[in-house]
């Protein structure tokens, strides 16, 4: 099964809650009109450096990684998202592919603290998970947008206080993006999309992951 097809029965059970699809409805046709995801970086242009700590309190720099191959940076809200928590799990079961192909796997999150570690421990992750702290990188990226309020209501409605998952009150969510970055630091593949239902299938990464592989060798 695709990762499409297991977010498509996430969104089909989610949908019953007439307050959450209205929600979610409204804040997708806003990033749309705004054409937000098309400010993103693509295909071609240098992926930012970075240095973030990881989920074990650690600083992780972004040239060591390039410096074993070719990266794979995965951008998502948090695990109080139900997609972003399926993904994570795909990718995790994806990961030994991956890494045969050449590549190596970070996600990052806004989320700060013990967030980090618990989102790692409760889904029995082993890549990096990396703290995006106040959005620097993703505001690079161009993959951060400011939650409207109807938005920030539902998800303060269901217990998610993203000041206090962030440490900041900016209320900065990534769009969901995958990108898939050269030894050099430059953009292979670029994913980005305003629908938080759609994400990049682990067989594109891989792909991808493989063509590099093939020309470096």
Not at 64 to 91: A, H, K, S
Not at 204 to 215: A, D, G, M, N, P
């Amino acid at each position: 099964m695709s990762l499409k097809e297991d977010l498509d029965k996430i969104r089909a059970h989610g949908s019953a809650n007439e307050r959450i699809r209205v929600a979610y409805e409204a804040l997708v046709n806003q990033l749309d009109r705004a054409e937000t995801a098309s400010h993103a970086l693509k295909v071609g242009d240098p992926m930012p450096t970075f240095l973030l700590p990881n989920a074990e309190g650690h600083l992780v720099f972004s040239d060591d990684l390039l410096n074993r191959g070719p990266l794979v940076v995965n951008f998502f809200r948090g695990i109080w998202c139900p997609y972003c928590r399926r993904t994570l799990e795909t990718l995790e079961a994806a990961l030994p592919r991956i890494q045969s192909a050449g590549g190596q796997l970070v996600a990052l999150t806004p989320d700060t603290g013990s967030h980090l570690a618990g989102t790692k421990r409760k889904h029995g992750l082993t890549y990096e998970i990396l703290s995006d702290v106040d959005g620097a990188v993703g505001l690079q990226c161009g993959v951060l947008f400011r939650a409207p309020d109807l938005y920030r209501q539902l998800l303060a409605s269901v217990g998610v206080d993203l000041s206090e998952r962030h440490g900041n009150e900016g209320w900065l969510i990534p769009m969901p993006a995958t990108f898939v970055v050269d030894r050099t630091g430059i953009i292979r593949y670029a994913f980005v999309n305003a629908d938080f239902t759609k994400r990049a299938e682990p067989d594109e990464i891989i792909e991808v992951l493989q063509r590099l592989r093939s020309k470096a060798s």
